[in-house]
């Protein structure tokens, strides 16, 4: 069964500092990859995506793919207290299918 | 680009009841996705299209579910007989290609009395 794990938390962090979020899945067949955020009662919404191993920088916003290991990280520089919120990940196993599986979402607390 | 929307927001009714809940997606994306999520819980895949055929179905989705979008546009996802399991948030997303990141709408809150 494709699997995707997360560390659920609660991260808490202080205002300033990097948050580092982590996540491993469980087929080496993944093809692509994603970071959504979901603010409580709000709908995902997508921050990142990622398809090759190495570094992708979007603003504060860098992920990172290691496929040999199946790891999969976002960090967030210079954490604001509006960046708390739950951080799912998300793997899209390609083929035939197109449907995400997602993590559970580690919730992020960023303080003031 | 108006994003994913979805119809209703919110959504209450007596077990046993049928629902029906609606999207459009961003009018250029070929695909669309049900997503199920539940409290503490990552969404979870229903069905999804290409277009207006349906090419997968999750074993979550169950034969009261039922899902079309007739014209390759539009979405509608149908829940017959509902029961207290069903109360959830039901999401919809749409993606260009099949890697492509998918968008989601803001949802629709099923609560089942």
């Known amino acids: 069964q494709k699997e995707v794990e997360q560390n659920s938390g609660p991260l808490s962090v202080p205002e300033g500092a990097i948050a580092s979020l982590n996540c491993t899945y469980s087929d080496r067949g993944s093809q692509s990859f994603f970071w959504y955020r979901q603010y409580s009662g709000k709908s995902p919404e997508l921050i990142m995506f990622i398809y090759s191993n190495g570094d992708k920088e979007d603003g504060r916003f860098t992920a990172q793919l290691n496929k040999a290991s199946q790891y999969v990280s976002l960090l967030i520089r210079d954490s604001q207290p509006s960046d708390s919120a739950t951080y799912l990940c998300?793997?899209?196993?390609?083929?035939?299918?197109?449907?995400?599986?997602f993590g559970k979402g580690t919730k992020l607390s960023v303080k003031p | 680009d108006t994003g994913v929307s979805q119809d209703p927001r919110h959504k209450i009714t007596k077990r046993g009841q049928n629902v029906t809940f609606r999207c459009d997606p961003i009018?250029?994306?070929?695909?669309l996705y049900w997503y199920r999520q539940t409290l503490g819980q990552g969404p979870e895949f229903l069905t999804y299209f290409q277009n207006e055929a349906q090419l997968e179905k999750s074993r979550l989705l169950s034969d009261r579910f039922s899902a079309e979008r007739p014209k390759g546009s539009f979405s509608t996802l149908e829940i017959q007989r509902t029961e207290q399991g069903d109360s959830a948030m039901y999401l919809c997303?749409?993606?260009?290609?099949?890697?492509?990141?998918?968008?989601f709408g803001d949802g629709t809150r099923l609560s089942i009395l």
């Open positions: 997303a749409s993606s260009f290609l099949e890697d492509s990141p998918q968008h």
């Open positions: 998300a793997v899209n196993y390609g083929g035939s299918q197109g449907n995400l599986i």
């Open positions: 009018s250029e994306h070929n695909r």
